[in-house]
């Protein structure tokens, strides 16, 4: 497994769901609010994806740990890749937090 590819790989993943998410989220009509759940839940099904997708990706890092240190693992190389791998997804779903609160909070200074 080579630490570039891998990489390479979570961040398209990422950025596919969370595009995916906000394009299908802007094609939805909100004439009358009836479609407004349905936004809420794309948004809300895609962030909680990601929340998993972060979560398998740090318990399979840690499962790395205990393997390398029980010497089930004894390739180095793969240990970080599995590491730097949950630390990309810690990233990348902290950011998509920090987005979405930043909204939340131009949303809620808006005046009306």
Do not use: W
């Not at 349905?38 to 948004?43: A, H, I, N």
């Not at 393997?67 to 791998?85: K, P, R, S, W």
């Amino acid at each position: 497994m080579n630490i570039t590819q891998a990489v390479n790989t979570l961040g398209a993943d990422y950025i596919n769901k969370v595009t995916d998410a906000m394009k299908q989220s802007a094609t939805l009509n909100v004439p009358d609010g009836t479609d407004g759940d349905k936004t809420f839940d794309s948004v809300f099904n895609s962030v909680s994806g990601l929340l998993t997708s972060t979560n398998d990706y740090i318990q399979q890092a840690q499962q790395a740990e205990i393997d390398f240190a029980l010497g089930n693992l004894t390739n180095t190389h793969e240990l970080g890749v599995y590491q730097q791998q949950a630390n990309i997804a810690l990233e990348f779903t902290v950011a998509v937090r920090d987005k979405a609160l930043e909204a939340y909070n131009q949303i809620m200074n808006m005046q009306i």
